[in-house]
């Protein structure tokens, strides 16, 4: 019995009692007067009853309650061995939901299951196996399963291997274990290694894009790396060269060698061109023996002087045909260039295939496209053109053998298809034939392809798609290979709206063959004929089963290579089109409308990374496909967008003045601020925008426009304020700036031209020497010295910062190991540390390991960290700050008041130190000086009582010295004591000079 039914009765039991009571009180008392004989005696034994009985529901409750705690125990235990014996690749753990507690699943010497409790779990296991990076994920699962009870889907996460590198596991939930109430109280947990199946759906991909029998790339990834290569090729100077290459009478080989033969040969050929043809070369099968190579950089002249002949001759054997002649086995190759005979894929394609069809027809080796020469060429060869379909006097060999040779050779499956089916009408006196196929998501049937024969009237429009639920009761040959009947309404006789879709698509009688991938049903071919007198032989039934599945296998594989095409156009996360197709969808929309205006707008949204950081990756996910989705319900009809990368999305836009266009984007923020983040609140998310007002569509290099578009949104750091940019030719020139800044840096630092420079920091109570700043400068070799405001920002971007950052400590700690060496008075250095730092797993570790190469105290070296890098972020930043304190590091805050957040950072962050902004000094007119002074004067105030030191930057005048000793504040620096200087500088005036280093 439930919890709930012995509460119920303890209640009741307990109000009998009362009742009992009060009745021999009051009878006692004479309040009330009964006539009973001997009632107060009843009373009394009535009460004793009950007053057994609520304890016997007691004792039974409490037994019921072990009992049930056994079961759960029974329970886990039974899972515990299930799972630890079918789960020899997993970890297993086991999780007290209500306890919050962990343990681990160990199988003892004795071969008993065995639960090791895993003692603050978090601190002990996640920080120093899990990736700091995907902490979140662990929190999001222990968070869900606390909530829910459950998991459906697994979460994946970095963490540490046995061999000490990082990856990829699986954390699932293998078993819940409930109480009597259904409660969850218990889960079984295990982690897998997942890096060998990432590392298989990753081959599965790459091996999608690539011509399985010669490993080459497929037409479809052959166009897409071509037209990318076109679309980055900036200067309209350059000359490339498309060649499409076939082997002359390659059906009559296949036909006299055999099939196995020809196969060879493609492998053969596929192996030459790829050592006869440069390096940097895009080859390809296009499909059946032909072959297209995109030759980057190449005339035409140097491509028929070097290779074409190469090629043509490639084989340098003969064979034997059927008047017993021995022939060189020869190719022949049609060359096009690109620009002159097209910038797109398609042209130099056409251009270069009416070149091959030329060489075919004049017998040459090779052939140039030259204008003109389509309409020159009045028939193409029969080994260039798929089947004419007008010979259907064949035996059924023939049929199934021209019917493999149309699928290995075709170009454009789905026509060749349809010829097929019009060769099996007509051999086979059909009246239809028709090629139903299910959706991928089972929902619905779709007719693909249909023949009819010129007696027949077509299908009925309803019949071209059907529902799944009726596809499922037309499918007759589900549970084999095929079914045959000559009446089919007989056969459906108890389903009307079957018997009525038969009749429908003229199937009185019929043969239907299942098209079958990987065991599972995907459609089915229907051979119909009008009349239920028609039977099917048996060796009908033979071959046109073989003839299903050769068409099926090829379907399957058309189906597969469409959805890789799909997925290679499509972002997996917001379905939104990739960078490359929105250059395509650009492209088409400014040809398509030459009269109209249009712009690229590419948008970021404003510290992402911290949402991210803060809500976990799956609100951030959401967050994009919600932005995918306002994005795309804005766009008009001859508009488009894509996801760029990451957070970026681009999108090309009508224009019409920037008015319209600023209230369009205003609109769309608008609807990104009303997403719900719970009933209460909405997200801030803001989107910075770059546009680029395209001055006219008729362009050829669609990437240099959303690259402006870039440029545009990049600068908004550096010069805006607002939330949008338009490009200007300037911004150019910032770029190029930056662009020569990363291309030198690395020589830069390898060359030693950057140094370190020391500020000094003094005691305002003596005006004795306290420590200082180390600061870095760039002396560049014919330019001179580059600030730090004009560099580090860069440095920043790219995350090369990190590398600088680590240049100055171990410079600082080589100075002061040397110091300590001569003897020297030696004062605590401090150094500043980016925001990059914060997301480098390796950050404690470097910072150990300098301290310990060079033999220093560590208590010598400051951590100085900007608030702006501490916002977001300070539950990972506290685990750092412990981390620096325990290896004895001082940690301050620098430019104190520069943000928004300092009190909160103050309140939730162990400081040692508070740097106070030298913009607190900057005031001059307009200013409220007093104010200025009470601020600063409760700044210290409040970190004194925080035990906090406080040092003031930026000091420049005595005025502001006074103020500072007059508030107690504890040290100074700045230009009124001294500027940065060199090494040699600080050592000979602060630590050699003899007698007071004060100022």
């Given at each position: 019995?439930?919890?709930?039914?012995?509460?119920?009765?303890?209640?009741?039991?307990?109000?009998?009692?009362?009742?009992?009571?009060?009745?021999?009180?009051?009878?006692?008392?004479?309040?009330?007067?009964?006539?009973?004989?001997?009632?107060?005696?009843?009373?009394?034994?009535?009460?004793?009853?009950?007053?057994?009985?609520?304890?016997?529901?007691?004792?039974?409750?409490?037994?019921?309650?072990?009992?049930?705690?056994?079961?759960?125990?029974?329970?886990?235990?039974?899972?515990?061995?299930?799972?630890?014996?079918?789960?020899?690749?997993?970890?297993?753990?086991?999780?007290?939901?209500?306890?919050?507690?962990?343990?681990?699943?160990?199988?003892?010497?004795?071969?008993?299951?065995?639960?090791?409790?895993?003692?603050?779990?978090?601190?002990?296991?996640?920080?120093?196996?899990?990736?700091?990076?995907?902490?979140?994920?662990?929190?999001?699962?222990?968070?869900?399963?606390?909530?829910?009870?459950?998991?459906?889907?697994?979460?994946?996460?970095?963490?540490?291997?046995?061999?000490?590198?990082?990856?990829?596991?699986?954390?699932?939930?293998?078993?819940?274990?409930?109480?009597?109430?259904?409660?969850?109280?218990?889960?079984?947990?295990?982690?897998?290694?997942?890096?060998?199946?990432?590392?298989?759906?990753?081959?599965?991909?790459?091996?999608?894009?690539?011509?399985?029998?010669?490993?080459?790339?497929?037409?479809?990834?052959?166009?897409?790396?071509?037209?990318?290569?076109?679309?980055?090729?900036?200067?309209?100077?350059?000359?490339?060269?498309?060649?499409?290459?076939?082997?002359?009478?390659?059906?009559?080989?296949?036909?006299?060698?055999?099939?196995?033969?020809?196969?060879?040969?493609?492998?053969?050929?596929?192996?030459?061109?790829?050592?006869?043809?440069?390096?940097?070369?895009?080859?390809?099968?296009?499909?059946?023996?032909?072959?297209?190579?995109?030759?980057?950089?190449?005339?035409?002249?140097?491509?028929?002087?070097?290779?074409?002949?190469?090629?043509?001759?490639?084989?340098?054997?003969?064979?034997?045909?059927?008047?017993?002649?021995?022939?060189?086995?020869?190719?022949?190759?049609?060359?096009?260039?690109?620009?002159?005979?097209?910038?797109?894929?398609?042209?130099?394609?056409?251009?270069?295939?009416?070149?091959?069809?030329?060489?075919?027809?004049?017998?040459?080796?090779?052939?140039?496209?030259?204008?003109?020469?389509?309409?020159?060429?009045?028939?193409?060869?029969?080994?260039?053109?798929?089947?004419?379909?007008?010979?259907?006097?064949?035996?059924?060999?023939?049929?199934?053998?021209?019917?493999?040779?149309?699928?290995?050779?075709?170009?454009?499956?789905?026509?060749?298809?349809?010829?097929?089916?019009?060769?099996?009408?007509?051999?086979?006196?059909?009246?239809?034939?028709?090629?139903?196929?299910?959706?991928?998501?089972?929902?619905?049937?779709?007719?693909?392809?249909?023949?009819?024969?010129?007696?027949?009237?077509?299908?009925?429009?309803?019949?071209?798609?059907?529902?799944?639920?009726?596809?499922?009761?037309?499918?007759?040959?589900?549970?084999?290979?095929?079914?045959?009947?000559?009446?089919?309404?007989?056969?459906?006789?108890?389903?009307?709206?079957?018997?009525?879709?038969?009749?429908?698509?003229?199937?009185?009688?019929?043969?239907?063959?299942?098209?079958?991938?990987?065991?599972?049903?995907?459609?089915?071919?229907?051979?119909?004929?009008?009349?239920?007198?028609?039977?099917?032989?048996?060796?009908?039934?033979?071959?046109?089963?073989?003839?299903?599945?050769?068409?099926?296998?090829?379907?399957?594989?058309?189906?597969?290579?469409?959805?890789?095409?799909?997925?290679?156009?499509?972002?997996?996360?917001?379905?939104?089109?990739?960078?490359?197709?929105?250059?395509?969808?650009?492209?088409v929309l400014l040809a398509k409308n030459p009269d109209k205006r249009y712009c690229i707008v590419y948008s970021d949204i404003d510290r992402f990374k911290l949402?991210?950081?803060?809500?976990?990756?799956?609100?951030?996910?959401?967050?994009?496909?919600?932005?995918?989705?306002?994005?795309?319900?804005?766009?008009?009809?001859?508009?488009?967008?894509?996801?760029?990368?990451?957070?970026?999305?681009?999108?090309?836009?009508?224009?019409?003045?920037?008015?319209?266009?600023?209230?369009?984007?205003?609109?769309?923020?608008?609807?990104?601020?009303?997403?719900?983040?719970?009933?209460?609140?909405?997200?801030?998310?803001?989107?910075?925008?770059?546009?680029?007002?395209?001055?006219?569509?008729?362009?050829?290099?669609?990437?240099?426009?959303?690259?402006?578009?870039?440029?545009?949104?990049?600068?908004?750091?550096?010069?805006?304020?607002?939330?949008?940019?338009?490009?200007?030719?300037?911004?150019?020139?910032?770029?190029?700036?930056?662009?020569?800044?990363?291309?030198?840096?690395?020589?830069?630092?390898?060359?030693?031209?950057?140094?370190?420079?020391?500020?000094?920091?003094?005691?305002?109570?003596?005006?004795?020497?306290?420590?200082?700043?180390?600061?870095?400068?760039?002396?560049?070799?014919?330019?001179?010295?580059?600030?730090?405001?004009?560099?580090?920002?860069?440095?920043?971007?790219?995350?090369?910062?990190?590398?600088?950052?680590?240049?100055?400590?171990?410079?600082?700690?080589?100075?002061?190991?040397?110091?300590?060496?001569?003897?020297?008075?030696?004062?605590?250095?401090?150094?500043?540390?980016?925001?990059?730092?914060?997301?480098?797993?390796?950050?404690?570790?470097?910072?150990?390991?300098?301290?310990?190469?060079?033999?220093?105290?560590?208590?010598?070296?400051?951590?100085?960290?900007?608030?702006?890098?501490?916002?977001?972020?300070?539950?990972?930043?506290?685990?750092?700050?412990?981390?620096?304190?325990?290896?004895?590091?001082?940690?301050?805050?620098?430019?104190?008041?520069?943000?928004?957040?300092?009190?909160?950072?103050?309140?939730?962050?162990?400081?040692?130190?508070?740097?106070?902004?030298?913009?607190?000094?900057?005031?001059?007119?307009?200013?409220?000086?007093?104010?200025?002074?009470?601020?600063?004067?409760?700044?210290?105030?409040?970190?004194?009582?925080?035990?906090?030191?406080?040092?003031?930057?930026?000091?420049?005048?005595?005025?502001?010295?006074?103020?500072?000793?007059?508030?107690?504040?504890?040290?100074?620096?700045?230009?009124?004591?001294?500027?940065?200087?060199?090494?040699?500088?600080?050592?000979?005036?602060?630590?050699?000079?003899?007698?007071?280093?004060?100022?």
């Amino acid at each position: 019995m439930s919890r709930r039914f012995y509460v119920w009765l303890q209640i009741v039991l307990n109000m009998v009692v009362v009742a009992v009571t009060l009745f021999m009180i009051f009878n006692v008392t004479g309040v009330i007067s009964i006539p009973l004989d001997n009632i107060e005696v009843w009373c009394v034994a009535a009460t004793v009853v009950i007053v057994f009985m609520r304890f016997a529901v007691q004792f039974t409750y409490k037994h019921n309650l072990e009992i049930e705690q056994a079961k759960i125990e029974l329970e886990a235990e039974k899972n515990r061995y299930s799972m630890v014996s079918s789960n020899n690749d997993a970890t297993i753990w086991e999780y007290d939901i209500a306890a919050d507690r962990l343990y681990m699943m160990v199988t003892k010497q004795n071969g008993q299951v065995g639960l090791d409790e895993v003692p603050d779990y978090f601190d002990t296991v996640i920080r120093n196996t899990v990736h700091p990076d995907y902490y979140h994920v662990i929190r999001d699962f222990v968070s869900e399963l606390s909530t829910s009870g459950n998991i459906s889907k697994p979460y994946e996460f970095m963490a540490r291997r046995t061999d000490g590198d990082y990856g990829w596991y699986s954390l699932t939930v293998a078993k819940i274990i409930s109480d009597n109430n259904g409660k969850p109280v218990k889960a079984l947990i295990k982690t897998v290694n997942i890096d060998s199946e990432l590392e298989r759906k990753e081959k599965l991909r790459e091996n999608a894009r690539l011509d399985q029998l010669t490993g080459l790339f497929n037409r479809y990834s052959l166009e897409e790396r071509v037209s990318e290569l076109i679309r980055n090729t900036v200067s309209r100077k350059s000359h490339h060269v498309m060649a499409v290459i076939d082997i002359n009478k390659f059906t009559l080989i296949n036909e006299v060698r055999g099939n196995l033969y020809g196969n060879a040969l493609l492998i053969e050929l596929a192996a030459k061109l790829g050592n006869i043809l440069p390096k940097n070369s895009i080859i390809g099968r296009f499909g059946g023996d032909e072959f297209v190579a995109f030759v980057p950089d190449c005339s035409v002249d140097e491509f028929t002087d070097n290779y074409a002949e190469k090629i043509a001759h490639c084989f340098k054997r003969t064979i034997s045909f059927d008047d017993k002649t021995e022939r060189e086995i020869k190719c022949a190759v049609g060359v096009a260039q690109f620009p002159r005979d097209g910038s797109a894929y398609e042209e130099l394609f056409f251009k270069s295939d009416t070149a091959l069809c030329a060489a075919k027809i004049n017998d040459k080796e090779y052939c140039v496209y030259s204008d003109g020469m389509e309409n020159n060429i009045s028939a193409v060869d029969d080994q260039h053109i798929l089947y004419s379909g007008s010979d259907t006097g064949f035996h059924s060999d023939d049929l199934i053998n021209k019917i493999i040779e149309i699928l290995f050779d075709a170009r454009d499956l789905s026509s060749s298809i349809s010829i097929i089916l019009s060769l099996i009408g007509h051999k086979y006196s059909l009246d239809h034939a028709y090629i139903y196929e299910f959706s991928e998501d089972f929902t619905y049937a779709e007719m693909s392809y249909e023949w009819n024969s010129d007696r027949a009237a077509p299908p009925a429009l309803s019949t071209k798609h059907i529902p799944m639920e009726l596809a499922d009761r037309i499918t007759l040959c589900i549970d084999k290979d095929c079914f045959s009947g000559n009446d089919t309404a007989a056969y459906c006789r108890n389903d009307k709206e079957a018997v009525e879709f038969f009749n429908s698509i003229g199937a009185k009688s019929l043969l239907q063959c299942t098209i079958l991938d990987n065991g599972a049903c995907r459609g089915h071919i229907n051979f119909c004929v009008n009349d239920e007198s028609r039977t099917w032989s048996q060796l009908d039934i033979n071959e046109l089963l073989l003839i299903s599945k050769i068409i099926g296998g090829y379907l399957v594989r058309l189906r597969t290579q469409q959805d890789v095409d799909r997925a290679a156009h499509r972002d997996k996360l917001t379905g939104a089109w990739n960078l490359s197709r929105f250059l395509s969808e650009c492209s088409v929309l400014l040809a398509k409308n030459p009269d109209k205006r249009y712009c690229i707008v590419y948008s970021d949204i404003d510290r992402f990374k911290l949402i991210n950081e803060k809500y976990g990756y799956a609100i951030g996910n959401e967050l994009l496909i919600r932005f995918s989705q306002i994005l795309s319900d804005s766009l008009r009809e001859d508009e488009s967008y894509a996801r760029a990368n990451a957070d970026r999305f681009v999108c090309i836009l009508e224009y019409e003045g920037r008015e319209v266009l600023e209230r369009r984007l205003l609109a769309f923020d608008q609807k990104m601020n009303s997403i719900k983040k719970d009933e209460d609140s909405c997200y801030k998310v803001f989107a910075r925008s770059g546009v680029y007002i395209i001055p006219d569509n008729n362009v050829s290099d669609v990437s240099s426009l959303v690259d402006n578009a870039i440029i545009a949104c990049n600068s908004i750091n550096i010069m805006h304020r607002s939330a949008c940019a338009y490009f200007e030719e300037s911004m150019k020139k910032e770029l190029s700036r930056q662009q020569e800044i990363e291309d030198v840096m690395q020589d830069a630092l390898d060359n030693g031209e950057f140094v370190v420079f020391y500020q000094p920091k003094f005691s305002l109570a003596n005006r004795d020497l306290v420590g200082a700043e180390a600061l870095v400068r760039w002396n560049r070799p014919g330019k001179g010295v580059v600030v730090p405001s004009e560099f580090i920002p860069i440095f920043e971007d790219n995350g090369f910062v990190v590398k600088v950052d680590f240049f100055v400590l171990e410079s600082v700690c080589k100075k002061l190991n040397q110091d300590i060496r001569e003897g020297l008075p030696v004062t605590p250095i401090s150094v500043n540390f980016s925001r990059v730092h914060l997301s480098t797993p390796d950050f404690i570790d470097k910072i150990r390991d300098c301290i310990e190469r060079y033999n220093i105290p560590s208590n010598l070296i400051e951590i100085e960290i900007t608030e702006s890098a501490m916002t977001g972020n300070e539950d990972y930043l506290y685990e750092i700050m412990k981390s620096l304190h325990r290896l004895g590091i001082v940690i301050s805050m620098d430019d104190f008041g520069s943000g928004y957040s300092s009190l909160n950072l103050l309140k939730k962050l162990p400081f040692d130190v508070l740097k106070i902004d030298k913009e607190f000094f900057a005031g001059g007119g307009g200013y409220d000086r007093e104010r200025e002074r009470t601020i600063i004067a409760n700044v210290v105030n409040m970190a004194k009582s925080l035990d906090i030191r406080v040092v003031s930057e930026g000091v420049e005048t005595n005025d502001q010295v006074d103020f500072l000793k007059e508030i107690n504040c504890d040290q100074a620096q700045g230009y009124y004591y001294a500027k940065p200087m060199d090494v040699e500088t600080f050592r000979s005036r602060y630590q050699r000079a003899s007698g007071d280093v004060g100022v």
